[in-house]
């Protein structure tokens, strides 16, 4: 069965500094991975996915996350942070080899941009 | 386009009362979800529909729990009798899901209230 790590519940940031929020995953076969935003009382959004390809996926809104299969992480990233970044970000999976496609999210992270 | 669309946003009711809720997926979708989310937590897959088929209802408490997608366009989601730990944000989303690599659209979500 596949399964998602979110380690941090906030990350916190200053605007204008990179930011990074972690993400490890764990499937039997070929993981799809994905990137979701939420902002307070919103549905959740999707940002990027990775699928096969390039480890370095771009998204919306100027994120980025990189594939690291030997590592199993999959960390979303931005250069840059903006105070409007502010949300809480699931990280999920599927199971490329499972038939019955099941997405996991993680428990999320509260990303906290302060000006 | 229009988006997943869901209803009612909100919704407050006495335990053991009975509620529903509504979702009209993105036109041609053929894949929809529900999903349930506790505050501050990662989204939990209560059933996946195939077209009209539910492909996936084995987190869906059947005691309580209900759903239907009656010409594999819109669903209703129902709980008879509503019970206090019932309270949290149901979630729709659709995709067009080819072989599990399409990412979710979601719904702003039905927030259930139960006193």
């Known amino acids: 069965a596949q399964s998602v790590a979110q380690p941090e519940d906030q990350v916190n940031v200053a605007e204008g500094n990179p930011l990074t929020v972690k993400c490890t995953y764990s499937v039997s076969g070929n993981p799809y991975l994905f990137w979701y935003v939420q902002y307070p009382n919103r549905g959740l959004q999707f940002l990027l996915k990775y699928i096969t390809g390039d480890n370095l996926v771009k998204g919306s809104y100027g994120f980025e996350a990189e594939f690291n299969k030997s590592q199993t992480s999959f960390h979303l990233k931005k250069p840059s942070a903006l105070v409007s970044d502010s949300a809480l970000y699931f990280c999920a999976v599927r199971d490329g080899m499972d038939s019955s496609y099941k997405l996991i999210f993680g428990s999320g992270t509260r990303l906290l941009v302060r000006p | 386009e229009a988006g997943v669309v869901q209803s009612p946003r909100y919704k407050i009711i006495e335990k053991k009362q009975p509620v529903a809720f509504w979702c009209n997926p993105i036109s041609g979708h053929n894949t929809l979800y529900w999903y349930l989310q506790n505050l501050g937590q990662g989204p939990e897959l209560l059933i996946r529909?195939?077209?009209?088929?539910?492909?996936?209802d084995s987190q869906l408490p059947k005691d309580r729990f209900s759903a239907e997608r009656l010409k594999g366009v819109d669903s209703t989601l129902k709980i008879q009798p509503a019970e206090l730990g019932d309270s949290a944000v149901y979630l729709c989303a659709s995709s067009d899901d080819r072989g599990g690599t399409g990412e979710l659209f979601f719904g702003e979500g039905s927030r259930l209230t139960v006193l």
């Open positions: 529909y195939e077209n009209e088929e539910a492909v996936d």
